[in-house]
Every structure is written in structure tokens, then in C-alpha cells.
């Protein structure tokens, strides 16, 4: 048996122990629609992009003589950049976010799962490199690397609140970060200053449960937290309401600063909302981080 065949049934077995996250992020990745040139960019590479007309300054060996003999003006030969970036990501794998309000609703986890791993397969579709935060998944190419993807983010984290993983951050690569970054802010702004000490730039993904938002909770009312660590009971929880909304408004603010200070960009998604549209969103900021 040749050793292409074995990594080939290797690679297929171990996605068979995980087909439906593979699958659903498969199925999201092919609704997007990135145009004919997906994340190319000119450059000095060997593969042909497009034409342009030339401008005051361009070479006469860029020029194309059988493109330009067809009229009037010169055109120059553009060859797509070949090299490919780095773009680490990192999930919250929390207790927090597993929660869900209603039955009808993918968890927190589950949507930031679907959407890092969705965005993972459209980089790598594109010739990026993806991989986590810190030392355990370093940025690789292809689909088997996709794979590792999603057995690391079946694992879910026994606290509360995970932190960012900011070791082993490779100079001016690109990042994404996916959490409800309701734990320690702390945390946040440690990994943040830690990349941009790097020259990485990235993507801040805020996902909240639509009752996260409106604080829908009135009379008796038992909160606890997903891991069971914290609970409180309040007889008047409409009571609490307008507290709570400015303490998320105030968390809101201080991410907002936080990614402007560092040079990130932060977004906000809904797990009741369109997933394709957040993932169209996520490609679109990341692509931007290059520029």
C-alpha cells in the first residue's frame, strides 16, 4: 500500500469520528461566494492573474506584447503574491458558552465552532495557513490540517471563562479571536497587546445569545453559571435588568477601545442570526487585515 493511500484512508478515517461539525462547516463554507479571485493578491509569484493597463513607471519587460498588439494601449501581465499568510485562531471553549436559551438555538460554542472551522477550510481553500494559538496546532496548509481543527475544538474547557492563548504568536501573521468575552477583560487585553507586539493583526468575534441582550428575566429567578461554580437567586430578576444591560454596554465599550488601540477590528454576531452572513463578514475583516 502506498504511503499517499495510507494518509489518504488515515485523513478519511479521522473525519468520519467527525462528520457533523465537518459537514455543517463544509456546507457554510460552499454558500459563500469570494468572486474569481478569492484571497489572490498581485505580486511576484509564478501563476497568471490579470492584465492592466501600464502606468508611468512599469518596467518594459513587464510589458505584454501580444496582449498590447491587440490595440492601442500597453497592458502589463499581473502574477498573483504566492506567499501565503499565517492566521491563528482561537476559540473560547468555556462553559459559557454552551449556553443556549432556547431549545431552537445552537449554542454559543457551537456557533463559534461552525464559524472558525467554516472560515478555516475558505483559508485554506485560498492557500493560507491556519492553526491555533499557541504551540499545540502550528499554521499548516490542507485539509488535513482542517481536521485537527475540529478534533481540537470538540474539546470543551472545564472553567467558566477561558483565556486567549497568546504564546507563540508568529510575527505579522493574522488572528481570530471567537468568545462572548464576558470573563476577565484582563485576560483579552494581555493576548491583544501580545499579538500587537508582534505586528499581528486581527479579528474580534463577540457571539451572545439573543437573551443576552434584552435580559428578559422577571420575578423568581435562579442564575447559575454553565459550570456550576456560581449561582444567585433573586425574587424581583426585573429588577436587575438595567444593571446588567449597562454592565454589557460598559463591556461593549472597554472591547471597542481595546481593538482600536491594538489596530484589530471587532464584530458582533447573534447565535439567532444568519451564520452564512457572519462568516461572509469574518473572510471580508480578515482580507481587510491585510491591507
Known sequence: MSPVLTLRERSEAEASRLPPLLARAEHLAGTVLLGDHGRRRAGLGDDFWQYRPAQMGDSRRLIDHRRSARGDQQ?????EWQIAQSVMLWVDQGASMRF???????SKADRARLLTLATAILLVRGGERVGLTGTTLPPRRGNAQIIRLAEAFSVDDASDYAAP???????HA????????LGDLAEVELALTKAADRGVRGVLLQILDPSEEVFPYRGRT????????LAHETLKAGELRQR????????KDA?????????????LHHTGDSAQAALLWLYRALDGGTR
Open 174 to 181: 493574522r488572528a481570530l479571536f471567537m468568545s462572548d468575552f
Open 75 to 79: 497592458f502589463v501581465r499581473e502574477r
Open 100 to 106: 443556549a436559551s432556547d431549545a431552537g438555538l445552537p
Open 165 to 171: 492563548e497568546h504564546r507563540a504568536m508568529i510575527p
Open 222 to 229: 435562579i442564575f447559575q453559571s454553565m459550570g456550576g461554580t
Open 244 to 251: 446588567y444591560l449597562d454592565r454589557l454596554a460598559e463591556r
Open 255 to 267: 472591547l471597542t477601545r481595546l481593538t482600536r488601540a491594538t489596530g484589530w477590528q471587532l464584530g
